[in-house]
């Protein structure tokens, strides 16, 4: 399975970005049966989960940092999540990469059971 990340950019605190997530290489499974995540990475910070949908249900858990001003969703038949970030800040600078899994319940995924990374896209927000 691969997975290209897209959308990040430069932007000013307060703006706002989609980031899309599109999966590809499929043999016997298919997207939907996938949870997504979305994590992020700032220059000299550990990788942190930022948002996931799962497969399961549906379900969606966001970080309490982006809580309110993030929603993830996902098209199964375009095999794509997106997740918009709103009134972004300069803290949200990072490297955002989507990861997928077959584990089902995203509260209960952990970082080292995602199995695909996308390559990361970069969001600058300036103050």
């Known amino acids: 399975v691969q997975l290209q990340a897209s959308g990040g950019g430069l932007v000013r605190a307060g703006g706002s970005l989609r980031l899309s997530c599109v999966a590809s290489g499929f043999t016997s499974l298919t997207f939907d049966d996938y949870s997504i995540a979305w994590f992020r990475q700032a220059p000299g910070k550990e990788r942190e989960e930022v948002s996931c949908?799962?497969?399961?249900?549906?379900?969606?858990v966001y970080a309490e940092s982006v809580k309110g001003r993030s929603t993830i969703s996902r098209d199964n038949a375009k095999n794509t999540v997106t997740m918009e970030l709103r009134r972004l800040k300069p803290e949200d600078t990072a490297v955002y990469f989507c990861a997928a899994t077959l584990l089902g319940f995203c509260s209960l995924i952990e970082i080292h059971e995602y199995d695909f990374w996308g390559q990361g896209t970069q969001v600058t927000v300036s103050s």
């Open positions: 949908i799962s497969q399961s249900d549906g379900s969606t």
